[in-house]
């Protein structure tokens, strides 16, 4: 009895670790798919349904006002037919002010619950929105600008083939408001976190949930 629990015993860890390898080597996959599509998109020179896309991390409204600022300068300005897309996740801006805004398609998305929610349940619908000829622009705060950069780097460039350009608030800003940097260490535990995400698909928003119940979804605004 004893040698046949050890038997079944080592199958199951065999088992385990072939179902882990098959699941990792499925999410490696995935990866490579993603930069062979960046890689053909370019060379048949497809292009992307807006000209210029921003995505808002949500925390301040500081960041959607910015937003709505970069929206109306010659850089962001309409280059042909298409509009321009504005994602934002906090909802905090006026919805009639953002309605006013020309030629600017803008998406509410409350889902996240912190800064790798805010990159993981959108990364798959800003890829397919995209075709890669002009990077996403991430428009966040100056204190906030090392995690978000280390959180962006692994879900969009590395896992999604996705060029990012962070925008930040500039602390002159009319809208800033002075916050402490934040530490190497929490950019290095939300990179982390996100390779995590790249390689198993596992998204720790339900514990960041549990830590921060004040953060639970809104329904989103039309």
Known sequence: MIAIAALWKSCVGVFALAAGALWVGWRVGLIM??????????????KSEFSHLILVLGGDPEREEYAKRLLSTDEFASRDARQRALYISSGCCDVDDLRALRHVCVVHDHAAVDTLSNATTLVEELAARTRYEEPIVVV?????????????WVVFYAARALSFELKCVPQGHP????????????AARDAARALTWALLAFNPRQLALLAHPSRRPRPARN
């Open 33 to 46: 798919n993603a930069w062979a599509s960046r890689f053909l998109a370019r060379r048949a020179g497809l």
């Open 175 to 186: 809208a800033a408001h002075p916050h402490p940097s934040e530490s190497a260490l929490r």
């Open 140 to 152: 966040t705060s100056s204190a906030h600008a090392r995690r978000a950069r280390a959180v962006l």
